[in-house]
């Protein structure tokens, strides 16, 4: 598809023009039929305001009923719109990217609860696309706000969720990377008993969403956590669908950690992760007799293996993890649930992490034109390249993996290792190499 990646539509947020915007309303339709009812909702990135109000208009001029919920985060708008009884969410958010990009996420209702937009309405709004305008643009007059209403409902879902929980005692840093965990991220902590020191929490509209904050870039959480010796600390991404966590020493605690952290305290015999899962947990699993079932790339694809399988937990390094009954993943939720083992266990987040014991990871970021991300799969050049490199990982008890980015205009390259300066060589070689064959 052209538009729809990994993770719905994500580009500049200039591109969504008043006619893009439209376009999206008017396959939506032609997807779903008349009649339906669409929640709207987005994060703190400046276009987010206006992309909304065109979403408004949009939705005005095709006869669609709306309500705007404003600042939320990406796991609230999935489960409100599904308990508030719409038939569908749009999301406004570019997630983790800078606030110069925005992007279009679209739930629908699933047996028992919110689910991605499918790959047939996806399909329908991208031939709307295509075809360009075929409808002429009224003003939106009317908007029924329901922001503090499901704010209040996914605040009450999170607590139920973790309940009977008691975080008295526990000292945790939060940082909301400026984005949509703003708006409840310390509220729900408090209100379980936590000591709870705040950064980066700016829920207004503007630049700051994901600027040198939140689960991409760690820094100031490590400094909060060490100086105010507080037990961890967790980091969300823009649209807080991602957490990442800080252990007391300061040291990063990814996805695959977390999902061992849960699965073990939870006692399961499975878990879902995907081909961007570090070498340690797959050790930790075969160590424990435990079944890794991998995927592709992509949340959604994650929660699809889990539900085929039954496996009850399971995400992705970054920090998309999807807890038993959810479907989808929730930083928020994710947090919470990590805050409640370490209660219940009595342990510290790095003795409960060491479980799994990392292997050296470099990836290598190359700048990639759509073109390029197709070549990488048809070139023969291009599979020999890759094929010389694996089998020297494989001599080397190693593993590799390029993959065009979903969402960005990169190819990643992903080495794991026994030794950092030697897999660091050989991605920085086998870019420069694939830079020459594409």
């Not at 739930?107 to 028992?112: A, L, Q, S, Y």
């Not at 959604?300 to 085929?308: D, I, T, W």
Request: proline share 3%; net charge negative; with cysteine.
């Amino acid at each position: 598809m052209k538009y729809f990646g990994t993770d719905g539509i994500r580009q500049k947020a200039e591109k969504f023009t008043p006619d893009f915007v439209a376009a999206i309303v008017e396959g939506l339709v032609k997807y779903a039929g008349d009649g339906i009812k669409v929640l709207i909702a987005g994060d703190t990135r400046e276009s987010s305001e206006w992309i909304l109000a065109e979403l408004e208009t949009a939705l005005e001029t095709f006869g669609v009923e709306y309500a705007n919920a404003g600042v939320l985060p990406t796991p609230a708008i999935c489960y409100c719109f599904f308990e508030m009884g719409f038939d569908f969410a749009i999301d406004v958010t570019a997630s983790h990217n800078p606030y110069t990009d925005n992007g279009i996420k679209i739930f629908e209702r699933g047996v028992d609860g919110g689910i991605k937009l499918s790959e047939a309405g996806c399909e329908t709004i991208e031939n709307v696309i295509a075809g360009g305008p075929t409808y002429d643009l009224v003003s939106a007059t009317l908007r029924e706000d329901l922001h503090n209403e499901a704010l209040q409902l996914y605040c009450e879902h999170l607590i139920n969720y973790v309940s009977p929980a008691d975080f008295g005692g526990l000292k945790i840093g939060l940082d909301c990377a400026n984005g949509a965990t703003s708006v409840v991220g310390k509220t729900v902590f408090e209100k379980l008993g936590a000591s709870v020191q705040i950064i980066h929490d700016n829920a207004s509209y503007g630049t700051s969403i994901n600027q040198d904050c939140g689960s991409t870039h760690l820094e100031t959480l490590k400094e909060l956590v060490i100086k105010n010796h507080l037990d961890f600390g967790a980091a969300f991404d823009g649209d807080g669908d991602r957490c990442l966590m800080i252990d007391e020493r300061g040291e990063e605690v990814d996805g695959d950690q977390i999902i061992v952290v849960l699965a073990e305290h939870l006692k399961l015999s499975a878990v879902a992760t995907t081909v961007m899962t570090n070498q340690g947990l797959l050790n930790w699993a075969k160590e424990h007799d435990i079944k890794a079932e991998i995927t592709a790339v992509g949340d959604s694809n994650v929660a699809a293996a889990m539900r085929e399988k039954n496996i009850k937990i399971g995400g992705e390094q970054s920090g998309h993890i999807i807890l038993p009954g959810q479907p989808t993943g929730d930083g928020l939720l994710t947090a919470l649930t990590v805050s409640k083992t370490v209660s219940e266990s009595d342990r510290s987040l790095h003795s409960l992490a060491s479980s799994m014991t990392k292997y050296p990871q470099v990836i290598v970021n190359m700048t990639a034109t759509p073109e390029q991300k197709e070549s990488l799969k048809e070139k023969d050049e291009a599979k020999n390249l890759l094929l010389e490199f694996n089998e020297k990982l494989a001599k080397m008890n190693g593993r590799l993996l390029v993959r065009p980015s979903g969402t960005e205009p990169l190819i990643r390259i992903t080495i794991w290792g026994e030794d950092e300066k030697v897999i660091s060589d050989l991605a920085e070689e086998l870019k420069i190499k694939l830079m020459e064959v594409l």
